[in-house]
């Protein structure tokens, strides 16, 4: 059992490139989520998304787009990176439903935009 | 969600109890309190969680207050090992649950040999 899987662990991207961070989840979860993190501070809240085709926007959202074509994927996408995404990402999932269980995340990405 | 507040920062001494407190004054009845705690920079852990009773479990003891307005995580023998960063979240249950965890700053807890 894997739990959640992101990748790369690490990127370096150019001002204005794009990628997508990848994040797996093998424990059949319908909620996921991603997350940055930037030095000294709290984890943020990007975007969500509650199952399959359907996703939200989260606290900090410009700038990234999401999509959840499938139970198990849940790729974050920069369309045109800038130095001030350079942070750590994570991405966490969990059961749905009226259970309150616990969030599993991953370990997360560190990227660097120069 | 409701917010919380904690203490930026407290140190325990290793085999001795670290008590962290968390207020959530403006919880409603239908928000639980989670706690989770990164390590080093990892992805964050869960550690427990409740809704008004104590809880505990391998990690931790988790105390409510009756009015619910606040909590304390009890790390009963903290060890060199438990130095990182903890957050007490507060997150709705039921139909209204997405999933989703907003996070604050949290409290870095420095065990000290």
């Known amino acids: 059992n894997a739990g959640v899987t992101q990748t790369p662990k690490f990127q370096v991207l150019k001002t204005g490139q794009s990628m997508t961070l990848q994040c797996a989840q093998d424990?059949?979860?319908?909620?996921m989520s991603w997350y940055r993190q930037d030095p000294g501070m709290g984890l943020r809240l990007i975007h969500y998304s509650v199952g399959a085709g359907i996703t939200d926007q989260g606290e900090v959202p410009n700038g990234y787009n999401v999509s959840r074509s499938t139970t198990e994927d849940f790729p974050l996408r920069l369309l045109s990176a800038a130095p001030s995404q350079t942070s750590v990402y994570f991405c966490?999932?969990?059961?749905?439903?009226?259970?309150?269980?616990?969030?599993?995340f991953g370990q997360g990405t560190r990227l660097t935009v120069v | 969600d409701a917010k919380t507040t904690q203490p930026p920062s407290m140190d325990c001494a290793e085999g001795r109890a670290a008590n962290l407190p968390c207020n959530h004054s403006?919880?409603?009845?239908?928000?639980?309190v989670y706690w989770y705690r990164q390590i080093h920079s990892q992805g964050p852990q869960y550690i427990i969680h409740g809704l008004k009773n104590n809880e505990t479990n391998e990690m931790a003891s988790l105390i409510i207050t009756e009015d619910r307005k606040s909590s304390t995580l009890i790390l009963p023998h903290a060890t060199l090992r438990d130095t990182a960063v903890y957050y007490c979240?507060?997150?709705?249950?039921?139909?209204?649950?997405?999933?989703?965890?907003?996070f604050g700053q949290g409290t870095t807890l420095q065990v000290k040999p």
């Open positions: 403006t919880i409603s009845g239908n928000e639980y």
């Open positions: 966490a999932s969990s059961y749905s439903g009226v259970l309150n269980t616990e969030a599993f």
């Open positions: 979240i507060v997150r709705i249950y039921g139909s209204g649950n997405t999933g989703k965890l907003i």
């Open positions: 424990m059949n979860h319908e909620y």
